[in-house]
């Protein structure tokens, strides 16, 4: 299987990422027009298995390029999970020449993949800073 990095979406491509989000149950319902919005304002890492010419993994982060930065969406397709490729995902990111001096890179998770990202040094935190959030109803 010969996998390519890349750093921008065809139009197939953004409609397999809409089909790789289905299958996550914390994206499932992103619609396609939003996704194409979000794509416009995010720094991108895709992977294609070149063989079946298709989407395989994502990853997508905010970032000012200095400060900060937050991780979202690390997603593998489920049959292509297990071989390395949301590895290759984190590691194309975190040293991607302009990310890899970022003062501070966030990322949520769920707890069962605490582990999988302290390989990066990704800890869980425990700031005097509290988490806020806004939610816009739709």
Do not use: C
């Not at 070149?50 to 993994?57: D, R, S, T």
């Amino acid at each position: 299987m010969g996998i390519k990095i890349i750093e921008a979406l065809t139009e197939s491509q953004i409609l397999e990422l809409a089909e790789l989000y289905k299958q996550e149950g914390w994206t499932k319902d992103r619609k396609l027009a939003d996704i194409k919005s979000m794509l416009t304002h995010s720094k991108i890492i895709g992977l294609i298995d070149e063989e079946a010419n298709k989407l395989v993994g994502f990853t997508r982060i905010l970032t000012d390029y200095i400060y900060r930065a937050t991780i979202f969406d690390v997603i593998v397709l489920k049959e292509y999970q297990g071989q390395g490729l949301g590895r290759l995902l984190m590691e194309t990111l975190v040293n991607h020449p302009l990310l890899k001096n970022i003062e501070r890179v966030d990322l949520y998770t769920s707890e069962n993949m605490i582990e999988f990202y302290n390989k990066w040094d990704f800890n869980v935190v425990s700031e005097s800073t509290k988490f806020l959030r806004k939610t816009n109803q739709q």
